[in-house]
């Protein structure tokens, strides 16, 4: 690995993969069911979120979830909002596009049709293309970082975290571990996607802080990209 080199230096916000995830590594259960964080948990989630510029998620994640990505458990300002959607498909009823929740952007590919993306620009949203079958996100964050934003909460899901590592995006991974193990082949883990063939090709870490509260692990690392 090369010499690690600030975000700031490559032209695209500084990027912290957060999550509460089981002790077997679930995101989330076989139904779908993601409420894993403790009151703790979603209050130091929220904080985080009020100290940042963005919050990106995937379509998945959007579906799954409906999630608004403001701040609410602590006071503070809502981050802008970023949907990685290659096909616009993201609902214009969602919550993530409700009105006085912040800026909301939709990072689309040159494949998603004009209608869609079209609907979600009448109800508010900022349209990025980028890419032409799937989003870009190296380009993505290339234009986030012309637009202010300098520090981005990668709140995952699995597919989207996979493809943000790879593509040696992400300066952080901070993690909290809950007490429980749910199992399930079909239940999102932390990260997901193709994965690495031979433990060679791993993506490295380097763990820089260990935080106990109660029965929970907040673990903090830095990506040796």
């Given amino acids: 690995m090369g010499r690690f ?20 590594g679930k995101i989330a259960t076989r139904s779908g069911d993601s409420r894993i964080s403790s009151s703790f948990d979603l209050k130091k989630l929220h904080r985080l979120r009020s100290r940042t510029d963005a919050v990106m998620i995937g379509r998945g994640t959007q579906l799954n979830d409906n999630p608004q990505l ?16 290659s096909l616009a498909r993201t ?10 929740n912040g800026n909301t952007i939709i990072a689309v590919s040159k494949r998603a049709p004009a ?30 970082h012309k637009l202010g934003i300098r520090h981005l909460l990668l709140e995952g ?15 952080e991974i901070q993690v909290t571990v809950v007490p429980h ?19 060679s090709d791993a993506i490295k870490l380097s763990l820089l802080k260990v935080t106990r509260n109660r029965n929970e692990l907040v673990l903090t690392y830095r990506v040796r990209n």
Wanted: charged letters at 25%; hydrophobic letters at 40%.
């Fill in 157 to 171: 899901g699995g597919k989207l975290n996979w493809s943000m590592l790879t593509e040696k995006l992400v300066d």
């Fill in 5 to 24: 080199q600030p975000a700031k230096a490559r032209k695209r916000p500084n990027v912290v993969l957060v999550a509460a995830m089981t002790l077997d």
């Fill in 91 to 100: 609902s214009p009823n969602s919550r993530i596009l409700s009105r006085g």
């Fill in 181 to 199: 193990v749910v199992g399930g082949e079909k239940a999102t883990t932390l990260v997901e996607g193709f994965g690495a063939a031979r433990m």
């Fill in 115 to 144: 209608t869609r993306v079209d609907r979600l620009g009448l109800k508010g949203a900022k349209i990025i293309r980028c890419g032409n079958q799937r989003v870009d996100l190296r380009k993505l964050l290339t234009v986030l």
């Fill in 70 to 85: 403001t701040v609410r458990h602590v006071k503070g300002r809502n981050p802008v909002r970023i949907v990685v959607d």
